[in-house]
């Protein structure tokens, strides 16, 4: 392993964490450091705390702390991303961290010197900056990625960097919250979305997208709900992503499994609105975080996306 050209990239999930090395120059995770643990997102501060920091030493260990030169979170928000201070509450995950400076407890927690900064950035981002520096987005200049999962990440990439304010991306520099119908994309572009909509089909509950999928494949009024998907997926996002000028869109999350149902009436619907953005299905999936937080660590793109944090 090179000495100082790893840094560790952490993806913090909704009840899990997965910590990797990553070699900065080959753009790859170092697979024999990769650690992970279930959390419980409810717990006090001092137990997220713990128990992200159990996952991080074992990663350290494995990498030997000589060869690292920090420690990139792809963290959800609200969350101050600057000062590394988790701003949410009001939903019933992390609640307890509320207020605490997640970089100074975890830096304290692993005994890291000043030489090993801790940096943030939104975890939408991180799997954008990720595809973008490592991924099926590394050959355009500018691209657009999204999660489909339990809601719509996304954001906007120009050169590496996530761009979050200007005339060519919407405000916050995402998409989750623009009006659409009638409520807000999010309501319309998540999982909740077809568990509500296959309820009122077939008046059945399901457990998530994967089993409304796998009934799709056989019945074709099951697969229209994924047509419908596709078709006002494609007619929301072309106005964003011809005004961008993205040449490609980067698709990850759960959903995004199910391409293969909704990814035709996709692409017609963005020929109907002369988009020629090219959708795309990321391979690097969850590991285009971990890539993405730990490029934070490299000197060019930190000088280039710290300004933007703030934003996030």
């Known amino acids: 392993m090179k000495e100082k050209h790893c840094s560790i990239g952490v993806d913090i999930g909704g009840s899990h964490i997965t910590c990797a090395a990553i070699d900065l120059e080959e753009r790859i995770i170092l697979r024999s450091t990769v650690s992970e643990r279930p959390v419980d997102n409810k717990g006090t501060a001092a137990e ?23 420690i990139g979170f792809a963290m959800p928000g609200p969350f101050d991303y600057v000062n590394g201070i988790c701003l949410i509450r009001g939903v019933p995950k992390y609640e307890k961290l509320y207020g605490t400076n997640i970089g100074e407890a975890v830096a304290h927690s692993l005994d890291l010197p000043e030489s090993i900064p801790v940096r943030f950035m939104n975890d939408a981002s991180s799997f954008a900056v990720g595809e973008a520096w490592a991924g099926k987005a590394a050959g355009s200049n500018r ?14 990439i120009a050169d590496k960097a996530p761009v979050v304010k200007g005339d060519t991306v919407p405000e916050l520099g995402c998409v989750y919250h623009i009006s659409f119908r009638d409520g807000i994309a999010d309501d319309y572009f998540s999982t909740r979305w077809f568990t509500n909509n296959y309820k009122d089909l077939t008046g059945k509950e399901s457990s998530g997208v994967k089993e409304i999928a796998d009934e ?27 005004s961008f000028g993205a040449e490609v869109l980067i698709m990850g999350g ?33 590991d285009a975080a971990l890539l993405g937080s730990a490029y934070l660590l490299d000197a060019s793109f930190w000088s280039s996306v710290r300004g933007s944090l703030q934003y996030m």
């Open 48 to 70: 997220i705390i713990s128990r992200w920091s159990e996952a991080l030493a074992e990663t350290i260990e494995k990498s030997g702390r000589e060869h690292i030169k920090g």
């Open 216 to 242: 799709a494949r056989s019945d074709d009024n099951i697969h229209n709900l994924f047509i419908e998907f596709g078709s006002s997926l494609a007619a929301f996002l072309s106005p964003y992503l011809k």
């Open 143 to 156: 691209s657009m990625a999204i999660t489909l999962g339990t809601g719509l990440g996304s954001a906007f």
């Open 254 to 286: 759960n959903i995004s499994r199910a391409y293969d149902l909704f990814g035709l009436a996709m692409k017609e619907e963005m020929k109907k609105q002369n988009c020629d953005t090219i959708p795309l299905l990321s391979e690097l999936k969850e």
